[in-house]
């Protein structure tokens, strides 16, 4: 049985595993298929900061989906972008208030994109002050994604665009200690 298992792991070929346009096309990795199609549909997860090779990207999560994969090459697209937990919990401190936004929206092309923020205050905030953050970062939201394509969001919340207009919508409820997206997803 061992035997087989052996044979059927020497037979796969190794292909080349490449990053989107958006981020250069270069080489990040090599997995392991018998057949190219079948590589086709998985996600490679990988650190943001190996793509963009700048450490202040070293606690956000990359999931690339393999789309095609011809000649020994799979290329990827975006699937989310994610900040490490270990990083979102290390900004909440004690009386200060936390507030969790989540959204649905349509890009510019027409596809749908979901973007998570998180918002964290010096203080303890009210009720009616959190509904009234939300609704503002969600409408900020909105007419930022259907404004822009697919790459144009990822680089805003690489060059923090998005954040610092979201933050910017919010200034006069209370003063933010961070805003950051946690989540996009495509």
Known sequence: MAQKTAEKW????????????????????EIPADEEEKAIGRIIEVNMSWLTHKPEHSFLSVGLRVIEAKNNAAHTELEFMEQMFSYTHSLVRRHSGVIYTMNRFTDKEGKPVVVKLIAISFSKLATPKKSEIRKRLGDYCKQYVLERTKDDIIKGVMDNSLQAGARESIKNITRMSKLEVRKLEF
């Open 10 to 29: 020497k037979m796969k070929k190794w292909l080349e595993v490449y990053s989107p346009k958006v981020f250069g096309e270069s080489s990040i990795g």
